[in-house]
């Protein structure tokens, strides 16, 4: 199921918005094939198991298509932050579990937990804030870069100049395959994904404010326990100041989008 609407028009030249710099070079040392490969075949599996658990809501669950209508808003403008994204099938799903988490896996796989929409009451803004903060680490190829990362310390320098076959390369990134759903990003790279999700979010028509109320309502959750998550990610004052600071940058844009 391909959620990407036809005839969008690929931007990319960021004249308004958030500057966040070029990909790290570490995402030249292993294929994108390969990765998004491993992460289609790790995201079959997971709705597999959750189907098997009966888990997986359906196609005509509300909230379902709530997602997928959040996402289909945020498509088109996710196409401006990485040419390879016009390619992607994206997918949207929901499973059942009380983990307040989501994630967008490379090539646009994208799950929801019930937990983060029941337990924070989640309005349609603040699935944007969510849903856009994980399509940017997709976008900005944040596992591409920490596998890259990991390959270039394990393999060595002497062997990375003969790696430009990628024979060796390959193999390393294909045993990273399985690691997909337990990757941990860097706090870099959790506060990028906020800036680039909240211009996402504005972009789509969605108030990027939300980020604000959003992460109040994470910080009130994980009193009790540290949440999933949260695990790497910026203490909330943190990242409520940094969008906060972005929010000149993007409200524009998300005025023109309502005027739309």
């Known amino acids: 199921m391909s959620l ?28 994108a094939e390969t990765i998004e490969s491993s992460a289609a075949q790790q995201y079959a599996q997971m709705l597999q198991q959750a189907a098997a658990q009966k888990a997986l809501a359906g196609r005509d669950h509300p909230q379902v298509r709530r997602l997928r209508t959040v996402a289909q808003k945020i498509i088109p403008h996710a196409l401006g932050w990485n040419p390879r994204a016009r390619d992607w099938n994206w997918e949207v799903n929901l499973i059942g579990s009380k983990q307040i988490n989501a994630f967008c896996m490379p090539g646009g796989k994208i799950a ?47 062997l990375l100049s003969q790696l430009l076959g990628l024979g060796q390369l390959g193999q390393t990134v294909t045993n990273y395959g399985a690691q997909l759903l337990t990757l941990q990003f860097s706090r870099s790279d959790e506060s990028e994904a906020d800036l680039v999700g909240m211009e996402l979010a504005a972009r789509s028509g969605f108030d990027p404010r939300a980020g604000v109320s959003l992460w109040q309502k994470m910080a009130i959750a994980s009193k009790g326990a540290p949440l999933q998550w949260l695990s790497t990610h910026p203490a909330g004052n943190t990242r409520i100041a940094d969008i906060e600071a972005n929010l000149p940058k993007v409200l524009p844009l998300y005025s ?5």
């Open 4 to 31: 990407l609407v036809p005839g969008t028009r690929l931007q990319l030249v960021h004249a308004e918005g958030v500057d966040v710099g070029r990909n790290s070079v570490f995402t030249n040392l292993v294929p």
């Open 112 to 158: 929801f937990y019930t937990g983060i929409l029941d337990q924070l009451k989640l309005t349609d803004d603040e699935v944007a804030t969510v849903m856009g903060h994980e399509m940017a680490h997709a976008l900005r190829e944040h596992a591409r870069e920490r596998m890259g990362k990991n390959a270039a310390t394990g393999i060595g320098a002497t």
């Open 256 to 260: 023109r989008a309502r005027a739309g």
